[in-house]
């Protein structure tokens, strides 16, 4: 190493240890929040209703009885870019919404697969508030293992149910990703075709039965009657460990005077709903943008060098910060490089009064979760599928 | 990869049945991972799937499409034991068929999975004999599990994919 790279290395070693902008080669992050509005709900990232939650994004929703006045603001509702629909624990909800019935009378209940846990509760109807926006008879799931039997084919997948305010960490998920229902056609069919997510339940025990679209949850974006497109989450920067941080929740795309694309690049998802990420030469083609994710979860510690914490397992452990680039492709074939910063994970957490980590991440073999972190600091745009654009239709990523 | 076949669940299923009424009788589980390479047919057969082989030096790829969308592989050495299974698809496969005995320590484990501070992320889960690893988001998931003592050698866990 010549004398001229030690001095470079020094100062850019020294920058890290005091810069906000401390990210890689990028320089530092400044993105514009919209103040909240008709379209604008607001976004804490705190220790959430459990008061112990990791890197959680929360809001507030408003659900009421269909076509009265009958509501009730629940709020610790987890903003989720990864899943699709409304998820309320029925341990939350104090108004009575009405039960969706299958067209044999039955009651509607649903299983919904999440990657490590599962959801089981009955399908009801609500109008929903959001900020300004409203969406009419909206199916949600409310959760609850107990007012109806778990059926054997909701445990096949052996992952635990998340049904509670100690198990889901949250009062609800409002699923705002790239798809309108939580299943699609699949859920129409009868057979080994239909995946098994909805249930009729007679007194005599749970059965598999298809649902129509337009029974299936849906995310209530997707229904609002304006600003129907997509979202965009807009969150600050952040530098280390905070207790808190506000951002807002935007909804729809150039449809309204503070949701243009702007400059922001497409991602387009693969057939199999991904994005490509290459890290060190090598691409990984099951990766993906979820709010929902606590971390950026990303490959293992013998491609990353990262070490695995002991106490805090499924993060990493590095001794000091490490700064890491890949690069998103989308199917679109845009691409562009992403920095971020690797936080020692025990670290983090050792301040009890910290919840919002910008450097959380952990292992996720042969995959980028590109979680909350990668949120801090970008507005990220989520565009439904089907629906018109300033750009191509969705689904696509945006940032 | 060498021979490549093709085999279509609709046109041959009583035969294929009546070959699976047989395994089972003698098998001590419909299990896939840890078992025999027949029992691969029972998986395809519950997955309700066509199923395509392909061989490689040391081991043969059976890739179920099972008809929910989802593609399950279950790689078995050459001597015709289930060393690895890996999956992707809108919806997360019968883990209790696929896994066999190996499910009842996978699923207490995915239940053990705590700390001090809540979170949602990847699930992943490395016990003495099985590791098993689930990402994604709804809609999209994608997992593997293996015995790492069973990979033939030459194999890496990168492979199973």
Redo the contacts between chains.
Sequence with gaps: MTPLRIVFVLLVGSACAFSLGCGGSSSPKINTIAPVGQNVAPITVNS?P?G?????AFTSVTLCVPGTSTCQTIDGV?VDT???GLRILSSALTVALPQQNAPSGNPVVEC??????YTWGPVKTADIEIAGEKASSLPVQVLSDTDFTVPSGCT?????SADTLQTL?ANGIL?I?L?AQ???G?CEQT??????LYYECPSTGCVVTGEALAQQVTNPVALFSTDNNGVIVELPAVTGGEASVSGSLVFGIGTESNNGLGSAAVYT?DA???LTVTYSGTSYN?S?I?S????I?FLDSASTGLPNCT????FYCPASPKNFSATNQGNNGTSGPVAFSVANAETL?ANPAD?AFAGLA??????F?W?LPFFFGRNVIVAIDGKSTPSIPGPYWAY | MGKRQAESIGSRVVARAAVVVILTATLPAWAALGGDVASVQADQLH??GSRQIRAAATYTVHEIQ?????VVREYASNEGKIFAVAW?????P????L?GTY?EP??QA??A?S??????????IELPGLTV??????????GRAYVPEMLPSGVR??DI?
Excluded at chain 2, 66 to 70: E, Y
Excluded at chain 2, 94 to 97: A, N, S
Aim: net charge positive; glycine share 20%; hydrophobic share 30%.
């Design positions: 959430g459990t112990n939650y990791a890197n959680g987890l990864g899943s699709f919904f697969p999440f990657v490590a846990s096949s997948s052996g992952v635990p960490g699923g990703g798809l939580d299943c699609g699949a057979g080994g075709a239909n995946p098994g998802p199999n709903g991904f099951q993906f979820d929902g994710s606590n971390g979860f106490m805090a397992v499924g957490f919840f952990g292992p996720n073999p042969n995959s979760d979680g | 997955m309700q099972a008809a929910t969308g989802t992707r698809g809108p919806w997360p019968d883990m209790r068929q896994l499910f996978y699923a995915a239940k999975q700390g001090n501070h809540m979170g949602r992320r990847p699930l992943l690893q689930l990402s994604g988001y709804s809609r999209s998931l994608a866990a990168e994919r």
